[in-house]
């Protein structure tokens, strides 16, 4: 049995939730999120606690069974707590600036880059060369924070470029390194 699907979701007391499959939706104080359910797996509300359930072992039913509580899971923990990605800019004259709900950002390029933020995104820049993308979808802000990283990712020379926070860039020898005298 899947170790993931089988642990039921606690659910705080400001959330309400609204299942009518295939739709799920979910209501917190931060805001609604709905998801597309597999019409397979089953959804029960019990003393506060979210249960999924398969029907079969059958190997789909049991990759779709944990995938259904662990978006489920997220839901309930955007909704209440919301998600955040921290980006930092490693570089000389990089930096990033606020420009309304955009960003603007310095990357060595000729010309700055605006970055207009997806629906139900905040972008905050915290001081020159940290910022911050915040929203209840664990995945739209994961999405949101690697466009902004394609625009500028470390160089595996020289470690310049947009690195979420805590991203270990390991840096490899120049050409020099491998030059006998």
């Known amino acids: 049995m899947s170790r993931i699907g ?14 009518s499959l295939p739709v799920v939706t979910i209501k917190g104080p931060k805001g609604t999120l709905s998801q597309a359910i597999h019409p397979n797996m089953g959804i029960e509300v019990i003393d506060n606690t979210l249960t999924v359930s398969r029907p079969s072992d059958n190997r789909t039913h049991k990759a779709l069974h944990g995938l259904t509580r662990s978006l ?19 570089g000389v004259g990089y930096r990033v600036q606020q420009s309304g709900e955009a960003l603007t950002l310095q990357l060595g390029f000729s010309h700055p880059v605006n970055v207009k933020p997806l629906s139900g995104i905040t972008l905050e820049a915290q001081g020159n060369n ?14 949101m924070a690697a466009r902004i990283r394609k625009l500028r990712p470390p160089n595996r ?11 270990l860039v390991r840096l490899k020898p120049g050409k020099a390194a491998g030059r006998k005298k």
């Open 157 to 167: 020379y020289t470690g310049k470029g947009v690195r979420y926070s805590g991203e």
């Open 72 to 90: 489920l899971a997220n839901m309930v923990t955007g909704v209440t707590q919301g998600f955040e990605r921290v980006l930092e800019l490693v």
């Open 6 to 19: 089988k642990q039921p979701i606690p659910i705080p007391s400001e959330v309400e939730i609204d299942i």
């Open 130 to 143: 940290r910022m911050l993308v915040q929203g209840t979808s664990k995945q739209a802000v994961g999405e």
